[in-house]
Structures are given as C-alpha cells and as structure tokens.
Nanobody
Framework: QVTLVESGGGLVQPGGSLRLSCAAS????????MAWFRQAPGKERDFVAV????????YYADSVQGRFTISRDNAKNTVYLQMNSLKPEDTAVYYC????????????????WGQGTQVTVSS
C-alpha cells in the first residue's frame, strides 16, 4: 500500500513559476518510480514527467521539456515538480502517481494515485 498526497497548486500568472510536492507513505513507498500527470476539463489524463528511484532516469512530455523539472528526496519520500515559464495551457489538475508496470508514460500503467492539486495559469 502506498498513499500519495499532492500539494503546492494554486493560481499563477503566465510566465510565472510554481512547485508541486508529492509525499509518499506506506509499506511499499520506497524504491519505486514516481510520476506526474495532468488532466484538464474534457481532456484525457496526460503524462508530464517521471523519475526513477535513484533519479538516474527521467522522462518529460514534449510540451513541458525545458520548462519543468522533476526531482525527488528519498529521505523524505517526496517527489517535486518545479514548473517555470507557465502557460495558460498548463492549467489542469496535477496528479502524482507511483509504481508503474511496463510503460512509465501511460496513466493505466500506474498502481497508486494521489487526489490531485489544481494549477491555474491566468492573467
């Protein structure tokens, strides 16, 4: 069992920055990849970024490459998403996910999910 809790969402202007956090807990919360997905109203839940337990392997969606940075602090069982140069199209509910099977880029591959945190980019 792994419990994930996201935090750090809010309202930000275009071009601004925001950092999301996801705290993991539970019996099997270590040594697992962790990822961020996002979902806007009326759209599918899309992959954003994923990081391996060691941090040696990282993948980003093309839409956020160069603007977002994923990282983790295993001592705190926490993964972060630093979002810079935010655009209105980044507006979505952002979800933390953990422990994928097979592909690390599809929502259906993940076993554990957080409740989501709202990010709104607007002037």
């Amino acid at each position: 069992q792994v419990t994930l809790v996201e935090s750090g969402g809010g309202l930000v202007q275009p071009g601004g920055s925001l950092r999301l956090s996801c705290a993991a807990s539970g019996r099997s919360s270590s040594n697992i990849p962790m990822a961020w997905f996002r979902q806007a109203p009326g759209k599918e839940r899309d992959f954003v970024a994923v990081i391996s337990w060691s941090g040696a392997t990282i993948y980003y969606a093309d839409s956020v490459q160069g603007r977002f940075t994923i990282s983790r602090d295993n001592a705190k069982n926490t993964v972060y998403l630093q979002m810079n140069s935010l655009k209105p199209e980044d507006t979505a509910v952002y979800y933390c996910a953990a422990d994928p099977d097979g592909s690390w880029k599809k929502w259906s591959d993940y076993e554990y999910w957080g409740q989501g945190t709202q990010v709104t980019v607007s002037s």
